[in-house]
């Protein structure tokens, strides 16, 4: 077996790895540290799980259902694009609407922003395909553009995947640069995740949504999966970031944030409870199929007890047997219906 330095010291000595890891964290190298740090939203904004589940394009009229409509936050930030005719939605510019709404704790409030910029960008037909957030409507129907670009485009693929990208490209290549954007992210993650709430504040075909943190339960069991590892990665290089602290102390001043940000420790433990511990604490908010759930649990624990916060080997040791037990009861599976699908999920979360 290899110490963990020795296993680490030979992905940084692999050109391949390094330049992979690199290319694939290179579009958040484009962002600056304030960019990084303004693209974490808070719960303000209604988010939905899809744009609408059996709508279709108010543009073309072709029919786009459920999960059809597509999402890019480098090319195309705070757009919902369709897949027949590609035209882009909302209509109107509602980066520059969100900006404007930007007030305590560098948060959105509806209240404060600028409603005069709820204009259709191309100046065509007044009111067609403008979004302030909480959908555009027509023909009873709420097409949620920006509710839906929140989670698949904004926090799935420009946060979560950042921060995972980052930290890989933190160990691949040893450059701080990359565990301290990465370090950016989760500490003003650390921010706002106790206050979301799916349940409450979300919409799930086109009804009220059941629990969950930014996405719904099956998800944000994964998202803090990917978030813990992420952090346990670039955990040594945060301790020893005066930069990174210079920065987050900087934005602690500014927006009067509750928590201090004056230390490497204060920042690290920033992150820990109240992303980490949070979700110990709220094991319903990612209750999902076994043992996906118990398997985020363990993560959680063990980056815990290995950052001095926590000792409880004996919890993870209760939640292994629970999972082996559980997990191969029936012929070496859980029992769940479905060979390929849900009967999967337990051997597979197990190997993994």
Partial sequence: MF????L?????????????AIDRAAPWSAYSDDDLWRAIFGPSLTRSWMVLSDGYCPGCQANVNMYD???DPFAHPFKTQC???NDLFPRNDFEAFYRSGLGEGGLFAAERADRALLVDERGSEQGMGIDDG??????????RFIGAYLIY????????????RLAAAWIATGDPAYAR???ILLDRISDVYPDFDFGPQAVLYERPADRGYVSTWHDACHEIQRLTLAYDQIRPALLADADLVEFLKAKADQYELPTSKDSPEKICDNIEQRILQDTLDNNEKIESNFPTTEVARILIHATLADGGTSA??????ELFDDILTRGTAVDGVSGEKGLSGYAAIAPRSIAS
């Fill in 134 to 143: 909480e959908g555009y409507r027509a023909d009873d129907r709420v097409w």
């Fill in 181 to 183: 954007r990465s370090g």
């Fill in 8 to 20: 680490i010291d030979r992905l940084r000595s692999d050109d391949a790895v390094r330049r992979r």
């Fill in 83 to 85: 897949p027949s005719c």
């Fill in 153 to 164: 485009g904004h926090w799935k693929k420009l946060i979560v995947d950042g921060v995972d």
């Fill in 69 to 71: 409509w597509q999402m």
């Fill in 312 to 317: 409880i080997p004996g919890q993870i040791d």
């Fill in 3 to 6: 110490h963990p330095d020795q």
